[in-house]
Structures are given as structure tokens and as C-alpha cells.
């Protein structure tokens, strides 16, 4: 078992008393503790508890019970977790170190009711709020789609009306299911109809498949989102997409949810409503590379379905969603950048 002092010497050669003046505490040094061993925290990062405060705080949401298919989104907090002990400090990509520019540490979950979805989405803002006073910023992971209600609801007292960058195969700006006002494929409907999000700022990126009737793009254009779907991106490239995105968004507070079907079930099986035609993972995390410079205010990643998961394909894919947008939000200061000693 591994004690706590030793967790501190494998993240950081300094005691945590002057973890201030030396810079944020990171990831567990692979090196000296295996990655395969100890509790699964995201990238193996502190916990909330272990540090004095986080300019980004990573939270699970495990509640399903918003979902019209299949089940099992409840478990993908745990399950991208696990997935994500393979991640390093250095983003390449990025040229940043996100977990070495900024403090980022792990929350733990929220609970919430699995029995009653308006409190589950009451204890869900209410989570979101709290850890609000202990960090800057929250990146959650869902959970299904159901959870950006509330979480766009805690943005929303901080931050008035949002830029909403919405990655996903679904409008999920529909009414109601089964007379239903809040499910995972209607929180952004009731965001616009509570005024939480910039009706001209606000963006789909991977729409695609069937839907109920043509009616569904005229409502969700009314309710403040344009669209560039996966057929935009197949015939014109993803530097047109990030161009388009870039454009809506412009510069303002901006909350980027991701539900992880916007993959192709070939890159993310292990989800509740998968879609024929999706992106594929390389070209989800290029654009999320392009938001490097805009004000990213919070986050969401959603719908990973363990059950149908295979060689953890889409847990994978969520751990590295995470790690860009994290990369994303990380200030870019020469003077805080830690040299690693991670091993691969």
C-alpha cells in the first residue's frame, strides 16, 4: 500500500506545505510507483483533498438514468478513469504541460439520485457549485448527457449566457421523451428555453443519422445552435470545421461538451445510442486542439457505456478528450513549465 508521503514524493520532490512556491502537484512518476497500481484518480493526479485549492478540478457524475437506450453511462466516471493511467505530463501536440502550468486535481463524483432526475439535477448544480469554491474550473465526466443541464445551470451563475460547443451524433435539443422534460437528449432545449446559452454563439459539431422529422433542424436553429455535421466535415476537412467553430464562437465563455458518440462506434463502442458515420478519434482531438486560445469555462464528457465497451476503445478515447481540453485550458508560461523525469 502506498502511504501518503510517498504519494507526495513520487508527484513532487517538494513537501505540500510549499507545493505553493514550487509549482502544482502532478501526476504519480510512473517511475517509482507502476501505473498499474494504486487508486485510479484521472492521470493518476492528486486528489482535491491533497492540495489547497485547483485551477481546474476534474469530477465524475455517475448517473444514468436520463437515457433512452441502453444503460450503463453511471459507470464511465470509473471507467475513463482507469483508461487515462497511460496519460503523461507533456502534451506534444500542444506543446504544453497541462498538469504543470496550472493546478489540476481529481474531485471525486457527485452523487446523485438514481431514483428521481430533478434531484439528481439539483444535487448535480449543487455539486457543481460547491466545487466551484474550491477550484476554477470543473471538467466533468458523465454520466450521460443529462448532467450539462446542471452544470450549464452552475456556469450560468458565474458566467451569464455561454457560448455552448456541443461534440455529438444528437441534436439533444428535443422536448420531451415519454412526457419527460429532462433526459440526455433534451438538456440543451431547456438551456436555450432558460436563457443559460448564447443563442449566437452556440454550436453541433458531428450531427449525423436519421431524425424525427426536418421540423427537429428548424427548432434547433430557433433555440440558437448552427450546425457542421459529419458529411461538412467528410467534403470539406477539419481546418474548414475548426474555421467554422472558431467563427461561431468568437470570444466568448465558452463550454465544451462531448458526448463521446460523436465517434464512430469503430473508434467508441461503448456508448448508449451509437451512429454510423461518426468522426474518428484523430480528427476530434485536432479540433479540440484549435480552442487552445479561446475562454474555455468549463466541460463535459459524456455517455461512455463500459458494458459495451471492447479493450477499453472508448474509455481510451475519453481519457485523451479529457487530457486535450485540459491541455486547452493550461496557461502557457515558459517560467512554470517542469522539466518531466516520467518514464514511458
Do not use: C
Amino acid at each position: 500500500m502506498q502511504h501518503p508521503e510517498d504519494r507526495a514524493a513520487a508527484e513532487n520532490p517538494v513537501p505540500p506545505e510549499a507545493a505553493e512556491l514550487h509549482g502544482p502537484v502532478g501526476p504519480v512518476d510512473a517511475s517509482v510507483v507502476p501505473r498499474f497500481a494504486g487508486i485510479a484518480t484521472f492521470a493518476r493526479l492528486p486528489r482535491l483533498d491533497e492540495v489547497e485549492r485547483a485551477d481546474v478540478a476534474i469530477a465524475g457524475v455517475p448517473f444514468d438514468s436520463g437515457v433512452s437506450y441502453r444503460p450503463g453511462a453511471r459507470f464511465g466516471p470509473a471507467h475513463v478513469r482507469e483508461a487515462s493511467r497511460l496519460l503523461r505530463p507533456y502534451n506534444p501536440a500542444q506543446d504544453v504541460f497541462p498538469f504543470g502550468t496550472q493546478q489540476v486535481a481529481d474531485a471525486g463524483d457527485i452523487v446523485a439520485n438514481p431514483f428521481d432526475i430533478a434531484t439528481a439535477v439539483s444535487e448535480i448544480e449543487a455539486g457543481a457549485r460547491q466545487l466551484r469554491d474550491r477550484a476554477d474550473r470543473l471538467v466533468v465526466i458523465g454520466g450521460d448527457h443529462t448532467i450539462a443541464l446542471p452544470l450549464l445551470r452552475a456556469v450560468h451563475a458565474e458566467h451569464g449566457p455561454v457560448a455552448v460547443l456541443h461534440f455529438d451524433a444528437h441534436l439533444d435539443t428535443w422536448d420531451t421523451y415519454f412526457g419527460a422534460p429532462t433526459t440526455h437528449g433534451t438538456p440543451f432545449r431547456r438551456a436555450s428555453e432558460e436563457g443559460l446559452i448564447d443563442l449566437t454563439a452556440s454550436m453541433h459539431v458531428g450531427i449525423r443519422g436519421p431524425l424525427y422529422a426536418k421540423s427537429d433542424l428548424e427548432d434547433d436553429a430557433r433555440l440558437g445552435f448552427a450546425i457542421v455535421t459529419s458529411e461538412f466535415i467528410e467534403e470539406h476537412g477539419i481546418p474548414a470545421a475548426i474555421a467554422r467553430i472558431r467563427a461561431r464562437v468568437g470570444d466568448r465563455p465558452l463550454y465544451v461538451s462531448i458526448d463521446i458518440d460523436v465517434l464512430d462506434p469503430a473508434h467508441a463502442p461503448g456508448t448508449g445510442t451509437p451512429e454510423a458515420g461518426g468522426l474518428t478519434s484523430r480528427e476530434l482531438l485536432r479540433m479540440l486542439r484549435s480552442l487552445v486560445d479561446l475562454r474555455i469555462v468549463g466541460a463535459d464528457v459524456v455517455e461512455v457505456s463500459p458494458a459495451y465497451d471492447h479493450a477499453q476503445l472508448t474509455a481510451v478515447a475519453a481519457s485523451h478528450v479529457v487530457y486535450e481540453l485540459l491541455s486547452a485550458m493550461a496557461p502557457r508560461s515558459e517560467a512554470s513549465v517542469p522539466t518531466s523525469k516520467e518514464k514511458p
